[in-house]
């Protein structure tokens, strides 16, 4: 049967083998994998010691569909000026501005950290403290340390030490700072708390960073935001807070004009009463100097329509002043965008809904120019609504101030009339009618301002913000950070990957031979053997220990010459490797001891003239061999001597060690001497020098009839193996076989290809007489 045939595997045994052995390989260390992941286990443990749980907060706000407020929208609507997802992402920048959520933190007071002393770490606190501190006058060192404030039962507090009295600022050199004392203070005595300052600022970028604003859908105009906390309490303070203040804000936003409004009606009046009372006193002197009580009804009929008359064109004079105020406004450079004119008296619906629009845009765009700049998308988007929003406002401030000036035109007419008929009344009667006049028209818009002041505060008192709340704050009832099975799972993974990682990356740095397949993967060369590592000190194992696994293997090598060169009686055989070390004298000198069990006779030759071993370790000497019969001094007869610890087996060692071993083998000498063992012995081992060295064992390779090839574990190199392949396909050797040597069964190296000593011994083996290393002492350097 061809060697080739008997030792090559299909793909898929090979592949089945691999696994089993990557699987071998990494169980040898499982004592360490188990305890790398108990290390980390323990590590996690403590991780979630010193973490501080966080609690998710929620509330869920409804923000009102804005496309039913009038039937001034539809301007806007025509421009497509505002759209749902534009609206529900400019709420969401306004939540999440600094301006709304440093109101909440100063209301708050979270620039004020509190935190009690436990056995781990220190845990924040919230509320039911016995004092509550602030700094007045912050330091350079005001926010960097923490404080360990004390209250003492005598009403005093201690700040690291030094004793402060309460509700009273002292100076410290963190600062003015002040300890107001809480009703449950006297309950709390000897209490401590550490105190950390934060800035306003760093405290804003932490809520900002932890707070999420998230659409319940694509389509929707419910808010849900969440904050995680360690505290639930402060969570929940912190959103319902906000909360308040966009809708504070929104209030505000709308009630912008009317205020506005308000404040000029209130200022008006203050001027009206004055003016009024000197209009009175005026009518009072007047009929008291001329002794008149009454008018005749031709002057009373005349002052009733001077009156109304008057009245009318005080309105009408009203409505164009604030139209020209508000014409101004919007040709002013650089205008205050966020307080407009008085629109006090417009009654116009399309006016005021476009004056309303353009308040709220230009608030909206100043909150997010405190959070993005001016080439935001967004900001330019309200840029360019407010100015479509004014152009729209000054034509119908235009279209409006026509139709005021012709009805003014008419009333001044009007009041010509009148002055036609004063001439006509009597002088004392048209002196009142004068002054009657003058305090009637102050009475008349005193009267009209008080109305519209009325109006107007009822206007600001109803107003209602945009939005909504669907569910109040709340808490989750279990910390969702940090989540503690997943805590573990991580740890548990990095326990079992870290050593994982570390034995493979050992394996692919690597360049030994650890493995069957990193023979297999580089040369088509057959394995013929496979040989355990023994710690043993006798050379000779097959015959001193004849049941150790060894022993056993060698056997089976024994038995697989029958497949290689059958044909031939007497079977002579090369034994080398790529470089010293790799065991091929061992190998060569056990396997002939075996034959010589067998009853087969059989010689060694100690052709290893450089660096012989063989004669050493069996206790031979080497006075005369091989070199001396080279050289043509004595016969082979002189030097062949019969291997002490079996019979029929004979060595013939290497005799001096020669200046020229290359020259010697190639002078016809070695070809005689082994034609004559021919005669006589059935087996002939050539103990040859490492092919990767020298080139004696190509020399001696004519002679032989197969050669076989010591692999080492975890000592021949990968590189080397490729010289064996060259050999094997050139054919330089003669059918080269290979036996791979040393092979560490404890290692993680996966067996089962016929031997069976992948598993248990079972007894079938004598035991070794050294001790096994302890798993806990394998790391992967015993590879």
């Known amino acids: 049967m061809n060697a080739n045939q008997e030792y090559n595997f299909d793909t898929d045994e090979k592949n089945e083998i691999n696994v089993r052995e990557v699987l ?74 600094y301006t709304l959520m440093e109101k909440v933190v100063k209301n708050l007071k979270l620039d004020v950290s509190y935190y009690k002393s436990t056995a781990v770490t220190n845990r924040p606190v919230y509320k039911h403290l016995p004092f509550e501190v602030e700094l007045l006058v912050p330091t350079k060192t005001s926010y960097q340390n923490t404080l ?123 001027r009206l009463e004055e003016e009024l009372g000197t209009a009175e006193k005026k009518v009072e002197d007047y009929k008291s100097v001329n002794k008149i009580t009454d008018i005749s009804s031709q002057s009373q009929i005349f002052l009733q329509g001077v009156q109304g008359n008057d009245a009318e064109l005080s309105k009408v004079n009203i409505q164009l002043g604030v139209l020209n105020s508000m014409e101004e406004y919007l040709h002013r450079q650089n205008a205050d965008q966020t307080a407009l004119p008085s629109m006090l008296g417009i009654e116009d619906a399309s006016l005021l809904g476009l004056v309303n629009q353009l308040a709220d845009a230009q608030l909206k765009r100043q909150s ?178 004849p049941r150790s696994m060894v022993s056993e293997q060698i056997r089976a090598l024994r038995t697989n010459l029958q497949f290689i060169s059958s044909e031939v009686n007497n079977k002579i055989l090369l034994f080398t490797s790529s470089m010293s070390g790799e065991g ?51 016969s082979y007869n002189d030097i062949i001597k019969g291997v002490p610890q079996q019979p029929g087996y004979f060595i013939i060692t290497s005799g001096p060690i020669p200046p020229n071993p290359a020259e010697l083998l190639t002078n016809g000498r070695i070809e005689v001497l082994i034609k004559d063992l021919q005669k006589e012995f059935d087996y002939i081992l050539i103990d040859a020098p490492p092919v990767g060295l020298v080139t004696d064992a190509q020399i001696l390779a004519k002679y032989a009839n197969a050669t076989f090839f010591i692999v080492r574990y975890n000592y021949t190199f990968k590189e080397q193996v490729k010289l064996i392949d060259s050999l094997y396909t050139t054919n330089k050797l003669p059918k080269v076989n290979l036996v791979f040597n040393s092979i560490e069964l404890n290692a993680g190296y996966g067996y089962g290809y016929g031997y069976g000593y992948g598993y248990s011994y079972g007894g079938y083996y004598q035991e070794e007489s050294t001790k096994k290393k302890s798993l806990f002492k394998r790391t992967p350097k015993d590879k």
């Open 148 to 270: 360990l404030f004390k209250a003492l039962n005598n009403g005093k507090v201690e700040v690291d030490g030094k004793e402060y009295p309460m509700n009273v600022p002292f100076q410290t050199e963190n600062g003015l700072i002040e300890v107001k004392a809480n009703p449950n203070f006297a309950k709390l005595a000897n209490s401590e708390l550490y105190v950390k300052f934060n800035s306003v600022s760093s405290v804003l970028q932490a809520y900002s960073q932890l707070l999420m604003i998230n659409p319940v859908s694509k389509d929707g105009t419910v808010l849900i935001i969440t904050l995680q906390d360690a505290i639930p309490e402060r969570g929940k303070d912190f959103l319902s807070r906000l909360v308040y203040e966009y809708n504070k804000a929104a209030i505000d936003d709308k009630n912008q004009v009317t205020s506005s409004t308000l404040s000029f009606i209130v200022e008006r009046l203050k």
């Open 368 to 545: 997010l120019l405190q959070t993005v700049p001016e080439t935001n998308p967004l900001v330019v988007s309200f840029t360019e609504q407010i100015n479509a929003i004014k152009s729209g406002i000054e034509q119908s401030i235009k279209s409006l101030k026509r139709g005021l000036l012709i009805t003014k035109q008419q009333l001044d007419n009007k009041n010509a009339n009148f002055q036609s008929i004063i001439s006509q009344v009597p002088s004392k009667e048209r002196g009142l009618l004068d002054v009657m006049r003058n305090q009637e028209i102050k009475n008349t818009l005193f009267t009209f301002l008080l109305q519209k002041r009325e109006e107007t505060a009822m206007s600001l008192a109803s107003t209602i913000a945009d939005s909504r709340i669907i569910d109040e704050a709340r808490s989750t009832e279990f910390p969702v950070k940090p989540v503690k099975p997943l805590i573990y799972i991580i740890f548990f993974a990095i326990g079992l990957i870290l050593p994982l990682a570390i034995i493979y990356l050992k394996g692919v740095l690597n360049n030994k031979v650890n493995r069957r397949w990193d023979i297999e993967s580089i040369t088509k060369a057959p394995i013929i053997a496979e040989i355990s590592h023994s710690d043993e000190s006798t050379p000779l194992i097959v015959a001193e220990r």
């Open 584 to 634: 091929k004298s061992f190998i060569s000198l056990n396997l002939g001891a075996s034959l010589a069990m067998s009853g087969k006779k059989v010689v060694i030759l100690e052709l290893d003239l450089r660096k012989p071993k063989l004669h050493a370790g069996l206790g031979i000497d080497n006075d005369s061999g091989l070199s001396n019969y080279l050289i043509g001094q004595t």
């Open 24 to 97: 071998f390989k990494y169980l040898y260390y499982w004592k360490w994998i188990l305890l790398s992941i108990t290390a980390f286990l323990v590590l996690g443990f403590l991780y979630l010691k010193f973490q501080t749980p966080q609690y998710q907060i929620e509330t869920d706000l409804l923000i009102k569909d804005k496309s039913a407020n009038g039937p001034q929208d539809d301007i806007l609507k025509s421009l497509d000026l505002f759209s749902t997802d534009k609206i529900i992402d400019n709420e969401i920048q306004i939540l999440k501005s």
